[in-house]
C-alpha cells in the first residue's frame, strides 16, 4: 500500500466519522409521525377495493401494515381486498427514530352489495340461498347514518327495505347460527324530491256544501277538469283546500317518493282547515271546533307502476276507528245524545236532488228534502240544502243520479253547546284522522305504523306512496252544515326535518 493511497483511506474515515457525529447529533430528538386522514371503521363488499391512504406528518422510516396480525405491507399506502366476508382489523405502524405510532382500523366485509337504491324508495332485500326456507330470518340495521330508514320483514328471507337519508347502511341477516351481512347504499336521486304531495289520482266529493265550490265547477267542467283543478289546488307547497262533502266522499293523492315509516315517529300528515272554538261555554273542554276527521287509508306502489291500482289499501286505525269510548268528548256526546254508533262496513247513497231553488227570489232559502240518502242500515231520509250556499250540493260533473260510498263511519262528534242550536262545536278525535286537529298540532300528524290490513291485522309496512281520505262522520250541524272534511297539503314530515313522536294505542 502506498502512502498516497494510504492517505486517502484516512481521509475518507476521518470523514466518515465526522459526518456520522454530525447526523447523530441531528436525528436526537425526533418528533413521531402522525397517522391521519382514515376512518376508525370501513364497511366494503368481499372483492371490492379499498384503497387506505393515510396522510403521515414528520419523517418516517417506514409504514408497516397489518390484518388481523399478519404482515400486508409496507408502503404509504394499501389497497384492501378480500374474498371472505367478516371482520378484518387493519393495523399501521409507522417507525422512525426512538418513535412507534399505530393507528388501528376496523373493517366489515360483507358477503355482496345489494344493488344501489335511491332515497325513500323500497327496495327488496334478498338473503342469500343457504336462508331459503327459513321463517325466523331476522333482519337488523346494525349502521346507518341516520335513523329515518325502515326494515319491513316478517321472518322470510326477503324484506322490505327504505331510507330517508343517503349514505351506506349495513344490514345483518341472521337465523339461528346462519349470518350474512348486506350493504346498502343509497344515493340521492338525480331528479330531486319533494315533500308535498305530487299528484291526485282520483276525487269524489259526496253531497255537502261546498262541493261545486272548492274546487269551483264551471259549465261544461267534465271529470278531469275538475281534477285537474283539485291538483292545481293541494299539489306542491303552496295550496289551498278541497271539500270531500258529506260522508264518503274522497280523494285520491300521491307522492313523488316513498314516504318513510320511520319507527317510533309520524311520517306524514295530511292538511285540513281544522281550528278550535274560542268561546266553547263548556268548562274545560277537551279539544274541538271544526274538527271533520277524514279517515286515512294508504298503500304502496307494490307493483311499481306509479299508479295506486292493484295495489292493497290499508287503513290507518285512528282512535274512533272502533268505538268513541277512549275519546275525551265521549260522556258529553252520550248527554248531548248524538248518534255514537261506530259502523264499519257502512254504506251510503245519495240521490241526485229533484229541485235545486226553494222558489224564493235570491234561491237562497233551505229546502229540507233536497238530497234523498238510503243506507245498509235500512235507514233513509234528506240532506237539507242550508241558506248559505246556493249551488247545487251533488257534483255536477257526475252523469250518473246516485252516489254510493263505502267505508267506515264514525260516531258523530259535533255538539250544540249553546243548547238552542247558535254553537256548535265538533270535537277532535284523539289521533289518526285529517282536518282533526290545526295542521301545526303534532296530533295531526299520523304514524304509518297505525295501518291495519282489511281484517284488522297491524301491518308492517316500509312506507306509502299513496293515500286516500273520505269523510269519516255523517253529521249535520244545524246552521253549521254536514261534518265535511277538507283537505289541503299532504307532507312527509322525515324530508321536512319534522319530528314528531308516536303513540302507540
Ligand atoms: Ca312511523
Ligand atoms: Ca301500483
Ligand atoms: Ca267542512
Ligand atoms: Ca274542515
Known sequence: MNNQFKFLLYFSCALFLISSCK?????????????????????????????????????????????????????????????????????????????????????????????????????????????????????????????????????????????????????????????????????????????????????????????????????????????????????????????????????????????????????????????????????????????????????????????????????????GSTSPENEPWYTAAITAKVDLRTLRNYEMTYQRPANETPGTPDGVASIKNYIQWTNNQGEQGYKIKNTFHSQSYYPAWVKDDKLTFKGIRLSQNGMDESGQGSYFVLYAFNYGYADNFPNNDDRAGIDIDWAVDKNGNKVNLPGIDFVKVYTGVDQENGWLGENSTEVGRGQDLHMSGINIATIQP
Request: charged share 20%; with cysteine; aromatic share 10%.
Open 23 to 319: 447526523k447523530e447529533a441531528a436525528e436526537t430528538p425526533e418528533s413521531a409521525p402522525a397517522i391521519t386522514g382514515v376512518e376508525a371503521s370501513y364497511y366494503v363488499a368481499v372483492n371490492n377495493e379499498l384503497l387506505l391512504k393515510p396522510t403521515i406528518e414528520n419523517r418516517v422510516d417506514s409504514l408497516v401494515w397489518t390484518v388481523n396480525g399478519q404482515r400486508a405491507a409496507n408502503a404509504l399506502q394499501y389497497n384492501f381486498k378480500v374474498k371472505d366476508a367478516g371482520t378484518y382489523n387493519v393495523v399501521i405502524t409507522a417507525y422512525n427514530r426512538g418513535n412507534i405510532i399505530q393507528k388501528v382500523i376496523q373493517i366489515t366485509v360483507a358477503r355482496y352489495l345489494s344493488q344501489q337504491t335511491n332515497t325513500n324508495t323500497i327496495l327488496t332485500l334478498e338473503a342469500s340461498a343457504k336462508f331459503a326456507g327459513k321463517n325466523d330470518v331476522k333482519w337488523e340495521i346494525v349502521s346507518a347514518p341516520s335513523e329515518l330508514y325502515r326494515i319491513s320483514a316478517n321472518g322470510a328471507p326477503t324484506a322490505l327495505f327504505t331510507a330517508v337519508t343517503k349514505g351506506s347502511y349495513q344490514v345483518k341477516v341472521s337465523s339461528g347460527e346462519l349470518i350474512d351481512t348486506l350493504l346498502v347504499n343509497v344515493q340521492q336521486p338525480e331528479k330531486s324530491q319533494s315533500p308535498f304531495t305530487a299528484k291526485v289520482f282520483d276525487y269524489l266529493p259526496a253531497p255537502g256544501q261546498f262541493v261545486n265550490e272548492l274546487p269551483k265547477y264551471e259549465k261544461g267542467d267534465t271529470y278531469e277538469t275538475i281534477l285537474a283543478k283539485v291538483s292545481k289546488t293541494i299539489v306542491g307547497e303552496e295550496t289551498s283546500f278541497i271539500t270531500l262533502g258529506g260522508w264518503g266522499g274522497y280523494v285520491v293523492l300521491g307522492f313523488d317518493h316513498t314516504i318513510t315509516n320511520v319507527a317510533g315517529r309520524r311520517d306524514f300528515r295530511i292538511e285540513g282547515n281544522a281550528f278550535g272554538a274560542n268561546s266553547n261555554p263548556r268548562p274545560n273542554p277537551p279539544f274541538g271546533g271544526s274538527c271533520e276527521p277524514g279517515i286515512i287509508m294508504v298503500a304502496y306502489d307494490k307493483n311499481k307502476n306509479g299508479k295506486p291500482d292493484e295495489d292493497e289499501w290499508y287503513e290507518i286505525k285512528g282512535s
